[in-house]
């Protein structure tokens, strides 16, 4: 892939330019475990000797993005490589972050440090290989363990619990077994976590090829106790052979199996909670029954499908993809200001000024129009909606008098 090899094409350059002006520099941590797997790689980390201050004078376009744990990004060719100076990590806090950063000079002290052995690890320039903790075997073993002491490496930073899922939902690898035993007793660090870098991290593993497999794990160290809105969703999951869940989906049908409700701590954007909701509207308007024209109309047809897909696994032998594809084909309308004959037609053309009134007219027209009962024809939707509205003003004559 083209945009792969510019960008290790230019990531060498940068580490030659660190070298030339005498600093170490190596590329580290995830970059160099998925090189070694083959598998595509989404950004390179630079390690270097280089200082923050220095790394910034040698090169134009750098931004101070994580300037207090010694992070600079340069911008190099429209690419962008985060360059971190050695470091070793002073006491943490809240189980999440390091008090302070102490600047290193060796990349052993920065490599050692590091969460898992599979990232612990580091390749020069030329493509040699430095690993301080047998990265390269644990990768040839297909297994995530924790460098030094895994109590330790836990108790400092609760979230690399659910990194060690991430990456069975990315590698498909296996937890080493003391990494695992001290994964388990330290899940109850993970309240300590804010829930915004939760949910990145359940999203990451949800959207990786393995996220059933990281889910069963996940199910079977009692961690979705953690999140008990969460806990029979992730259950169910981890059951399957594969995940067919997006985010939404995932979060629609834990939430659906415990009490249809999205409690307030979850921190959704907007955007996400409508479509959350509505999934869980869905699924649950169709515990008993097919998806129906009204339904694909007002939710549409992707929400639909989505919807259908969790009543898959919760309905045995139930599919009606092809049904909702079907209805969304036939409709003569997807959305209200589709009708030839509009809200605004009936204010022009009538004594009807209630938004009330004109609302449940269009509504019915709509119901007419999609059930295939009126043709989508102004003259024919004018007459029945002053038909509607005859009968309206009727009605309100005889309660009048």
């Known amino acids: 892939m083209t945009y792969v090899k510019d960008y290790v094409s230019l990531g060498k350059e940068l580490l030659a330019i660190l070298n030339d002006h005498g600093y170490d520099a190596y590329f580290v941590g995830g970059f160099v475990r998925d090189f070694l797997l083959g598998i595509p790689i989404s950004d390179i980390d630079i390690a270097s000797s280089a200082t923050p201050d220095q790394v910034m004078a040698l090169f134009e376009n750098t931004k101070e993005t994580g300037l207090k744990f010694g992070t600079i990004t340069i911008v190099y060719h429209d690419f962008a490589f985060e360059v971190t100076t050695f470091r070793s990590d002073g006491k943490y806090q809240d189980n999440r972050h390091p008090t302070n950063v102490i600047y290193s000079q060796t990349l052993a002290e920065d490599l050692v440090r590091?969460?898992?052995?599979?990232?612990?690890?580091?390749?020069?320039?030329?493509?040699?290989?430095?690993?301080?903790?047998?990265?390269?075997?644990?990768?040839?073993?297909?297994?995530?363990?924790?460098?030094?002491?895994?109590?330790?490496?836990?108790?400092?930073?609760?979230?690399?619990?659910?990194?060690?899922?991430?990456f069975v939902a990315k590698l498909d690898f296996q937890i080493e077994d003391s990494t695992w035993k001290h994964l388990v007793a330290n899940c109850g660090l993970l309240k300590t976590i804010s829930v915004e870098r939760i949910m990145q991290e359940i999203k990451s593993i949800n959207n990786n090829p393995y996220s059933a497999k990281a889910f069963k794990l996940m199910d079977a160290a009692n961690i979705s106790l953690v999140f008990p809105d969460l806990t029979k969703g992730i259950a169910l999951i981890g059951s399957l052979s594969k995940n067919p869940f997006n985010h939404y989906q995932f979060y629609a049908l834990c939430f659906y199996l415990n009490d249809g409700e999205i409690a307030d701590y979850w921190r959704f954007s907007n955007k996400e909670h409508l479509i959350i909701s509505k999934l869980i509207n869905l699924v649950t308007v169709t515990e008993h029954e097919h998806f129906q024209v009204e339904l694909?109309?007002?939710?549409?047809?992707?929400?639909?499908?989505?919807?259908n897909s969790i009543q898959k696994i919760l309905r045995l032998g139930f599919d009606d993809d092809a049904l909702i594809q079907e209805?969304?084909?036939?409709?003569?309308?997807?959305?209200?200001?589709?009708?030839?004959?509009k809200g605004q037609d009936i204010i022009t053309t009538s004594n009807i000024k209630d938004a009330r009134i004109i609302g449940e007219i269009i509504s019915d027209l709509v119901l007419m129009v999609i059930n295939n009962q009126l043709p989508n024809e102004y003259q024919a939707l004018r007459t029945y909606a002053f038909d509607w509205i005859a009968k309206f003003e009727g009605k309100a004559v005889a309660h009048d008098k």
């Open 327 to 341: 209805i969304d084909k036939n409709l003569p309308i997807h959305k209200v200001c589709d009708l030839k004959f």
């Open 296 to 307: 694909v109309y007002a939710y549409g047809a992707d929400l639909c499908r989505y919807a």
């Open 114 to 166: 590091r969460d898992f052995t599979i990232n612990a690890l580091a390749m020069d320039k030329d493509g040699k290989i430095i690993d301080f903790c047998e990265g390269i075997n644990d990768i040839k073993q297909k297994r995530i363990r924790a460098v030094g002491n895994p109590d330790v490496r836990f108790k400092e930073d609760a979230l690399r619990i659910l990194r060690a899922f991430r």
